[in-house]
């Protein structure tokens, strides 16, 4: 059995906040999201030692202001390309190693360090819970694990739809208030009208650099003047550019000074660009490289 004191960053939340428990004094984070980062800033404030937060990808998942107001404020160092390769500890967590990682996320031998700690949380990423989708049988997205949704986030069943959280993970709630919105609107409609006589559906389709996009059909004859595209980049972009294509035709392009995985990215396509396709959509990004 594994030894006390490894918790998930939302586990230790709770206790803190509903029993005003502190998990342990000296704390090592396991994942650099939104909730692992607000937890190191917690934690420390509720006077615990939060000794770094240690993530495996070469880029932190939370949003930069969390980096900045919850660890660089507190000087709680952040170890990108590293993960935990060994925990000790017989009744409680004693001691954690953590070593650098290669391109294939592989422990690299002779970069260890060694961390005198009594407890881990583990902030390694949120799953869409969605067992009611799949016990509607509604067609999930392999990426986002939640509902495929078309433009007005009905599900792949008439009349049922589908927002926030069980559609894909969001980092700000204004983003989930937005599709809740539409989708209360949507469903309105829905009983207002009925359902959409069969129409043009365009599917949309993540290309380079793009991790998924939301919804992932459209039907430009639903569309009043646009729609919203939601995606999420797979890396660290600086001066870039996202891309709409059609058949290898580009039909719009939008720039960005920089972009990060765990910042989602949104774009609005006009009706009338939607009238011009003639097949799946594919959303991509380009790195702008200075001449």
């Known amino acids: 059995p594994r030894p006390a004191g490894i918790y998930t960053a939302g586990a230790a939340q709770r206790y803190v906040n509903m029993e005003g428990y502190l998990v342990g004094k000296r704390v090592l984070i396991l994942g650099s999201g939104d909730i692992g980062l607000i937890m190191a800033r917690r934690m420390t404030l509720e006077g615990a030692k939060v000794l770094a937060c240690v993530e495996?990808?070469?880029?932190?998942?939370?949003?930069?202001?969390?980096?900045?107001?919850?660890?660089?404020?507190?000087?709680?160092?952040?170890?990108?390309?590293?993960?935990?390769?060994?925990?000790?500890?017989?009744?409680r967590v004693e001691k954690a190693t953590v070593a650098k990682v290669d391109e294939n996320r592989r422990p690299i031998p002779g970069t260890e360090i060694e961390f005198d700690v009594d407890t881990i949380l583990l902030s390694v990423g949120l799953i869409p819970e969605n067992e009611l989708t799949r016990q509607a049988g509604i067609p999930m997205d392999p990426h986002t694990k939640g509902a495929v949704v078309y433009e007005n986030m009905e599900t792949g069943i008439p009349g049922v739809f589908a927002c926030g959280n069980v559609v894909h993970v969001h980092d700000l709630v204004d983003f989930v208030s937005g599709e809740s919105d539409l989708a209360g609107a949507s469903a309105a409609?829905?009983?207002?009208?009925?359902?959409?006589?069969?129409?043009?559906?365009?599917?949309?389709?993540?290309?380079?650099?793009?991790?998924?996009?939301v919804p992932q059909r459209v039907r430009p004859a639903d569309v009043d003047r646009s729609v919203n595209i939601s995606f999420r980049v797979r890396q660290n972009y600086g001066p870039s550019q996202i891309t709409v294509t059609c058949g290898g035709r580009q039909l719009a392009r939008f720039k960005r000074q920089r972009m990060a995985p765990g910042e989602m990215e949104h774009i609005a396509l006009p009706k009338v660009l939607?009238?011009?396709?003639?097949?799946?959509?594919?959303?991509?990004?380009?790195?702008v490289i200075a001449e």
């Open 189 to 213: 409609a829905y009983v207002l009208k009925g359902e959409a006589a069969d129409t043009v559906v365009l599917d949309l389709v993540p290309g380079n650099g793009v991790g998924y996009t």
């Open 56 to 91: 495996v990808m070469p880029y932190s998942g939370g949003l930069t202001r969390n980096i900045v107001q919850c660890l660089q404020d507190f000087d709680i160092p952040l170890y990108l390309s590293h993960t935990i390769v060994d925990i000790q500890g017989k009744a």
């Open 274 to 287: 939607l009238e011009k396709a003639d097949g799946p959509l594919t959303v991509a990004v380009e790195e």
